[in-house]
């Protein structure tokens, strides 16, 4: 059973920064498919970052050069470094995973296990 545990969402004011942490169980971090989405109210949920089996990431344009995803295999966790944070960078932000080596999608609809969200809301 997977099972993902997101953690380090709250308020912030722009420039600041927040680390997001996402423990998972039942799935292995550094040999699957892991990423973190968000989702603003009224907008459709995105990929903000996320790392192949194989060490490499990806991250969204809007959020190259602020934040960093990495991971801990012996703690079995997922991070996002949230640095230089913009009122736009509000919303909820999702830990989510699918079995897969290689290459990892994008798009939310191919991961199939999700945690249950954190709100990360910056002010100007």
């Known amino acids: 059973q997977v099972q993902l545990v997101e953690s380090g969402g709250g308020s912030a004011q722009a420039g600041g920064s927040l680390r997001l942490s996402c423990a998972a169980s039942?799935?292995?971090?550094?040999?699957?498919?892991l990423g973190w989405f968000r989702q603003a109210p009224g907008k459709e949920r995105e990929a903000v970052a996320r790392?192949?089996?194989?060490?490499?990431?990806y991250l969204a344009d809007s959020v190259k050069g602020r934040f960093t995803i990495y991971q801990d295999n012996a703690k079995n966790t997922l991070y996002l470094q949230m640095n230089s944070l913009k009122p736009e960078d509000t919303a909820m932000y999702y830990c989510?995973?699918?079995?897969?080596?290689?290459?990892?999608?994008?798009?939310?609809?191919?991961?199939?296990?999700w945690g249950q969200g954190t709100q990360v809301t910056v002010s100007s």
């Open positions: 989510a995973a699918r079995y897969g080596r290689g290459w990892c999608p994008l798009s939310p609809q191919d991961y199939n296990y």
């Open positions: 790392r192949d089996s194989n060490g490499m990431a």
């Open positions: 039942g799935v292995t971090v550094s040999s699957n498919c």
